[in-house]
């Protein structure tokens, strides 16, 4: 991969290991960051399920507040798909100033078929858009 077209951060939780194959396809094209709040052995656990030698980690922060910050701020000028458990306002509105660059998927846990499928969507119009 020369550049990626998007970054995807999440919790190593969102991809369960029954969908690493569906993970590693989103790794051909965008950049994979994972939040290091479960450990470092689920981020190990992904890395493997992968087959990758390294993986990106998002830096942890004292408050929910910061995190948000440090995300958005890896995010830089780049489309973002970002998994989490819940999102703040602030976040948010960050997400719909930024427009359709951004997709915020609320989950805890495995990412639904449902929740992969509307990711899907968004990379094919991130695809379409950089051709």
Excluded: K, N
């Excluded at 919790?11 to 290991?17: D, E, I, K, Q, R």
């Excluded at 306002?89 to 609320?106: C, D, I």
């Excluded at 639904?112 to 094919?124: H, K, S, V």
């Amino acid at each position: 991969m020369e550049q990626p077209r998007f970054r995807f951060v999440c919790a190593p939780s969102a991809l369960a290991s029954e969908h690493a194959e569906w993970a590693r396809v989103l790794t051909e094209e965008g950049e994979l960051a994972l939040m290091c709040s479960e450990g470092l052995q689920e981020v190990e656990r992904v890395a493997h399920e992968l087959d990758q030698l390294a993986v990106v980690v998002v830096r942890s922060e004292r408050t929910r507040e910061l995190q948000e910050q440090t995300v958005m701020g890896y995010a830089a000028a780049m489309p973002l798909v970002w998994v989490s458990d819940d999102f703040s306002e602030s976040a948010r509105a960050w997400a719909r100033e930024r427009g359709p660059m951004t997709l915020l998927s609320e989950c805890d846990g495995p990412l639904d078929d449902g929740e992969r499928r509307r990711i899907e969507r968004f990379l094919a119009i991130i695809a379409r858009q950089s051709e």
